[in-house]
Structures are given as structure tokens and as C-alpha cells.
């Protein structure tokens, strides 16, 4: 896909800082790639140019009509590039290298959990008896894979707190939809059509998005001062048709509600289904579990939480734990364990349990039984960590967090850029460039765009919607001290430098191969069509 027809010409942004040939440059804008022309694979093609030549087969030739009737073989050869191995070597490390990624940088991306993933569990995921299994073979021949997916059932249940596990949704947002369809399937099995889902106004988009997916009205709970859900607007919308409510604890302003209990109580106290959304759970793994705190489902985002890549629209995986009572609903088929007298254990897949998990089934929600090379990384990172390696993971995350909350007050940083919540945090936190914007002219856009210029992915922005010129930064229990220093320093010179030229942030990036794009247009405009010469 190429962008480059959304970007700002160079020429109408290029000023800033030091004067170089009549115009002034800002600092951090030496960036060779710049002078690369984005040109793709077909446009460097030559004629008569290879990268490899096969030697002769040194088996008999068969005639093609033998083998490919002539109606179904092409009539001109196919429009492939024609390049040096060198020039295909160099152009796709080049095109890497255009791109911004948790080998390259820090990434607080604030609510996605930019975290870094270790290699090993890469490693195992492409052992062969892992990477080569095909998703026909019988659970006979797949025992050892059923074994590792209900190992990471028990797991999972460990740290949710949850009796029951289902791996088969394909992502976060997919796990909230079963979630959903199992809470209204438990409430039309007790002979009640509940319409009503409460979401907090700091909910995931997902969420209402999810709710609407699935025939329901959102009704939005509102934030008390402290950041946590409004327990009086709670009670006064927690009624008889409410089927469930949607709640992150910590939420995405990166506070954990101290009012859960009395949350859970109002909802249960009306015959509602308390459903946690995971995104966040990183920041209590180990510490506190939803099902301990009243959740009956709870979904993973196992990209977050656990070890898995990030981004690219998967493969992901979004298991979901649950109650007892909401177990009979789960999605087909089973993981089912039989023990022998000898210790040995057989594993196999039901699709019509007689009793427990799935006997009342909302059905198959995919394809197979999920995206087994992410249960591989999973496993195998709760494995090598353990219990206590989860807890120590989310206590380092929530001391990185309130680490660099701590710094941008030291260097000043928060007189303009204000936490929006509370006094500390978890593993995230939001500031508001509210004030930034009227001191300073310049907006959280500008400040992210000008991060790329020092080498930092920005963190999220305008998201959560309740607070003005929102910024969410997360910063994850990889990163060193010294990284998280660096991004504080970052800020605090973009904020000075915009004291005396607001511009230089009004047209930032500088140093990127693309600068700043009309990023509707990129979305929903990209060019994603090569021309190509017609050939005979």
C-alpha cells in the first residue's frame, strides 16, 4: 500500500530550527531513507534480470498438454518482477526499515500493550510438530496438541479465577461477542429476554460496537471525580432488563475501581451477568482475579496480556473464561480430559456434551479450534514465567507506569500536559493536552507527530473520548529506565521548543519517510493498485 499521495509536499512544511539553505530545519531531521524514492518491486524491474536460475531438472520431459490442458494455462507469461537477488535483498530490508516497531523503539501505545515478545516462545511455536500440524487431523493423531490447549485452559482459568475456558474466539473483540451471546443465552434458558448492556463512557469502543452486534441496546454509565464508575448513575439505570455490564478494571484511564464489589452486588442484585473485559488484566496478573472480584466471563487478550505479536490483524486469540452457570452456554466443541487408572490422560473434542461445558451451546463461533500457533506462544510464556513471573510482570508494569507519571512531574512536563484522573495509576495512565493547547498552540496530534522525531512511537491519542486532548501512555514492564527517561526528556524539549516556535510541532514529523498525512484519506483512500504495462 502506498501513502505517499496523502502526504503534505516537503516544501510546504520544511522550516523549523537551524537555518540550512535559506530554510529553517529543525533538529532531528537527518533521515536518509527520506531520499529514498518509494518506488515497489515492479517499478525497479528490468527485463532479462534474475535472481535465480534453476538447473535442469535431469528428469524426462513431459509434454504440458499431458499434464495442463491448453484452456486453462496462460497465454502471455505472467507480469512478475525481473531483479537481482541483491536488489530483492535490499528493497524489503529497506521497506522494514520504513517501518516503526518493538525492535526499533519504544511503543507506549496506551491500551494496545505494545509489549515486547521474547524470541524462545517464537521458537517453540515453530517446532515442527507444532508449526506442521494440520488443522484435519484427527484428535488421535493430535493428542499432544489437545494436551497443550487444555493445559492452557488450566491456566487461564488460574489466573481469571474462572472455572471453564473456551479458546475458539479469534481476538479480543470476538471473545466480547461470544461473551455477550453466552450472557443472553443464560438469561433466555431462565425464560427472560434482557435487552439493556451497561458500558462505562471509558469502555473500549469495542464494547458498545460488540453490544450492537449482537441485538442490544447500550446504556453508558458515567465516570465518578476519581475516575472510577458513578455508583449513583449506576444504580439508577441497574434494572430488570439489563442483561449484562461491561467493565475493565483497571479502566482505560488506568484506575482500579475500589467500588467493584458494590458494582457487582448492584448488578447480580437485578439478575444481571458481570462481563471484564481483559484488555487490561496485565496490569493484575498473579495479584487479583476477576472471578474472585463477582465477573462470571471474563475474555483475554492473549497479544496483551501474554506473549503474542501485536497488530496486523492477527492471527489472534481471545479465550474467554466463565462461571459455572455460564458454562453449559459455551461455544462447541470441547476440550474433554479422561484420566486412567494408570495416570495416563486421552483428550478429544466434543461437539455435543451431554452435560457441563457446552451442553447448552451457542454454537461453533470459527473455523477448526482456533489459531493454535498463538496457544503455543501463550503457554509456552506462562510456562517459563509461572505464578510468580505473572505478578512480578504486572507489578512492573504498574512501576514503569507510575515511574514515568513520577518523571514528567519532575522535568515539568505535567504543568501543561495534566494527569486527567487521580494522583497515581496502574499500568497506564491519560494526560490531557488540554492545557497545551491553550498555553502552548499546540494540540496532542502535534506532540505525537513530533515524538517520530525523536525516535519514539507516540503514545495513543484522543482516546479515552471523556478527556480533552486525551494521551494514553503505557509503557509496559519491558522497558528500561533509561528508555523511559528519554521519552520524558522528548517531551519536555518538544514542549519547550514549542514556547518559542509552536510551528515547528504544527508541521512535525520531519525525519519520517512520509510527512504528515491526511490520515482519513490514508485510511480510506489508500492506494493499493500497482500499474502496470499491458503485455502482449
Known amino acids: ?132 500440524l494440520h488443522p484435519f487431523q484427527t484428535p488421535e493423531h493430535a493428542q499432544g496438541a489437545l494436551e497443550l490447549m487444555h493445559g492452557l485452559e488450566r491456566q487461564l482459568s488460574a489466573v481469571s479465577g474462572l472455572p471453564h475456558v473456551c479458546l475458539q474466539p479469534s481476538a479480543g473483540s470476538h471473545g466480547e461477542l461470544a461473551g455477550v451471546l453466552l450472557a443472553r443465552a443464560y438469561h433466555e434458558s431462565r425464560g427472560e429476554t434482557r435487552t439493556k448492556v451497561l458500558t462505562p463512557d471509558t469502555a473500549h469502543g469495542t464494547n458498545p460496537a460488540t453490544v450492537t452486534m449482537a441485538g442490544l441496546e447500550v446504556v453508558k454509565v458515567a465516570t465518578n471525580p476519581d475516575g472510577g464508575v458513578d455508583i449513583d448513575d449506576l444504580r439508577a439505570k441497574a434494572d430488570e432488563d439489563v442483561a449484562l455490564i461491561m467493565l475493565t478494571n483497571p479502566n482505560t484511564l488506568g484506575i482500579f475501581d475500589p467500588n467493584i464489589e458494590e458494582i457487582a452486588s448492584i448488578v447480580h442484585g437485578v439478575g444481571g451477568v458481570l462481563y471484564y473485559d481483559g484488555a487490561n488484566l496485565n496490569a493484575i496478573m498473579g495479584i487479583t482475579r476477576p472471578g474472585d472480584m463477582g465477573f462470571d466471563i471474563v475474555h483475554f487478550n492473549l497479544h496483551k496480556s501474554f506473549t503474542q505479536p501485536h497488530g496486523g490483524g492477527g492471527p489472534g486469540s481471545g479465550p474467554i473464561a466463565v462461571s459455572d452457570r455460564i458454562a453449559p452456554f459455551v461455544p462447541v466443541p470441547v476440550i474433554r480430559k479422561e484420566e486412567a487408572a494408570d495416570g495416563s490422560a486421552t483428550f478429544s473434542l466434543l461437539d455435543a456434551p451431554t452435560e457441563g461445558p457446552g451442553s447448552q451451546s451457542i454454537g461453533k463461533l470459527r473455523g477448526f479450534q482456533g489459531n493454535y500457533g498463538v496457544f503455543v506462544r501463550c503457554y509456552s510464556y506462562i510456562r517459563s514465567l509461572g505464578g510468580s513471573g505473572l505478578r512480578d510482570a504486572s507489578e512492573k508494569a504498574v512501576l514503569n507506569a507510575n515511574y514515568l507519571l513520577a518523571k514528567l512531574d519532575e522535568l515539568g512536563v505535567r504543568e501543561h500536559l495534566p494527569l486527567a484522573f487521580g494522583t497515581r495509576c496502574m499500568h497506564e495512565f491519560v494526560i490531557s493536552g488540554g492545557p497545551m493547547k491553550r498555553d502552548l498552540g499546540i494540540k496532542t496530534l502535534d506532540l505525537a507527530k513530533r515524538l517520530l522525531d525523536h525516535g519514539y512511537h507516540p503514545p495513543t491519542v484522543y482516546f479515552p473520548l471523556l478527556v480533552d486532548e486525551a494521551m494514553l501512555i503505557e509503557p509496559v514492564e519491558t522497558e528500561a529506565r533509561e528508555t523511559l527517561d528519554g521519552f520524558a526528556a522528548a517531551l519536555a524539549e518538544i514542549l519547550r521548543e514549542a514556547k518559542d516556535d509552536p510551528t515547528i510541532a504544527q508541521n512535525a514529523p520531519y525525519s519520517t519517510p512520509v510527512r504528515r498525512l491526511d490520515e482519513a484519506g490514508a485510511a480510506k483512500r489508500p492506494i493499493i493498485r500497482q500499474p502496470l504495462e499491458e503485455t502482449v
Open 1 to 132: 500500500m502506498s501513502t505517499t499521495d496523502n502526504a503534505v509536499p516537503t516544501e510546504a512544511v520544511a522550516y523549523g530550527g537551524d537555518e540550512q539553505g535559506g530554510a529553517r530545519v529543525p533538529a532531528h531531521s537527518v533521515n536518509p531513507i527520506q531520499r529514498d524514492p518509494a518506488r515497489t518491486i515492479f517499478e525497479k524491474s528490468v527485463a532479462g534480470r534474475r535472481a535465480f536460475v534453476a538447473p535442469p531438472a535431469g528428469v524426462p520431459e513431459v509434454d504440458l498438454d499431458e499434464i495442463i490442458p491448453a484452456g486453462l494455462r496462460r497465454t502471455a507469461p505472467a507480469r512478475l518482477p525481473q531483479v537481482t537477488e541483491p536488489e530483492i535483498v535490499r528493497h524489503y530490508v529497506r521497506i522494514s526499515r520504513r517501518n516503526f516497531d518493538l525492535d526499533s523503539g519504544f511503543y507506549p501505545l496506551g491500551s494496545c500493550t505494545m509489549k515486547y515478545n521474547p524470541r524462545l516462545h517464537e521458537r517453540v511455536a515453530g517446532l515442527p510438530g507444532h508449526a506442521r
